[in-house]
C-alpha cells in the first residue's frame, strides 16, 4: 500500500488555516497517523486513529478521513508549527510513511 | 519518563555489517512492541522494521529484508538491529520507537529515540 501526501510543501501566513492530505493506495479504515518533525529533531506523534489527538498537542490541529482519503489541519498556524508533517498507515506492516509535507511560514 | 537511547551507529565500508542498540527505560520494556525507523540526509522518514513484546513475531521493509535482523532483549532492557551486506543507500539516521502496545499493528509509534547515524561509504 502506497501513501501519498500533498501538497509535498506549503507556505502560509501566521494564523491562516493549512490543511494537508494524505491518501492511501487501498483502505486502511482510520489505522492512520500524523507525526510532526520540526527541523533537526525527532519525530512527535501528533494524532492516532486518523482524529485521535495525542496528550499535550496543541487543540488547534485535527485529523480526519477513513478508508483511502485522510486530512491533517492546523486550525490558526503558528511560527512553532514550521516542521515537517509525515502521515503513516499501521493496519498492517510494511508501516509506510507518506512522503511529507513541508510547512513554512510566509 | 520514557527514554529510548540509541547507539552504535559509524562510518562502515559497504558490505560491512554494524549493529544498533537501544537502551529503553521509564516503561516496562518487556510489555512493548518495538520498531526501527530510518531517515536518509534530507529524505523522508522510511519504516524498517518491528518486532513484538515477546520477540516471536518480527517484520522488515522489503529494502532491508534478508539483510537486517530485529531482536531484543528482555533482561537489558536493549533493542537490537544487526544490519549485514550494507549499501550506500542504507546511509540514514536511524531512529528507535515504541509502539504504544504489545504488537505492532493496529497501534501507533508514540515514543522515539534521538536517533543514530549509519554512513555506507568507502
Known amino acids: 500500500i502506497q501513501m501519498t501526501q500533498s501538497p509535498s510543501s506549503l507556505s502560509a501566513s501566521v494564523g491562516d488555516r493549512v490543511t494537508i492530505t494524505c491518501r492511501a493506495s487501498?483502505?486502511?479504515?482510520?489505522?492512520l497517523a500524523w507525526f510532526q518533525q520540526k527541523p533537526g529533531k525527532v519525530p512527535k506523534l501528533l494524532i492516532y486513529g486518523a482524529s485521535t489527538l495525542q496528550s499535550g498537542v496543541p487543540s488547534r490541529f485535527t485529523g480526519s478521513g477513513s478508508g483511502t482519503d485522510f486530512t491533517l489541519t492546523i486550525s490558526s498556524l503558528q511560527p512553532e508549527d514550521v516542521a515537517t508533517y509525515y502521515c503513516?498507515?499501521?493496519?498492517?506492516?510494511?508501516?509506510?510513511f507518506g512522503g511529507g509535507t513541508k510547512v513554512e511560514i510566509k | 519518563e520514557v527514554q529510548l537511547l540509541e547507539s552504535g551507529g559509524d562510518l562502515v565500508q559497504p558490505g560491512g555489517s554494524l549493529r544498533l542498540s537501544c537502551a529503553a527505560s521509564?516503561?516496562?520494556?518487556?510489555?512493548?512492541?518495538m520498531s526501527w525507523v530510518r531517515q536518509a540526509p534530507g529524505k523522508g522518514l522510511e519504516w524498517v522494521s518491528a518486532i513484538s513484546s515477546s520477540g516471536g513475531s518480527t517484520s522488515y521493509a522489503d529494502s532491508v529484508k534478508g539483510r537486517f535482523t530485529i531482536s531484543r532483549d528482555k533482561s537489558k532492557s536493549t533493542l537490537y538491529l544487526q544490519m549485514n551486506s550494507l549499501r550506500a543507500e542504507d546511509t540514514a539516521v536511524y531512529y528507535c520507537a515504541r509502539f504504544s502496545s504489545n504488537y505492532y499493528v493496529y497501534v501507533p509509534l508514540d515514543y522515539w529515540g534521538q536517533g543514530t547515524l549509519v554512513t555506507v561509504s568507502s
Open positions: 487501498q483502505g486502511i479504515s482510520d489505522y
Open positions: 503513516q498507515k499501521y493496519n498492517s506492516a510494511p508501516l509506510t
Open positions: 521509564g516503561f516496562t520494556f518487556s510489555t512493548y512492541a
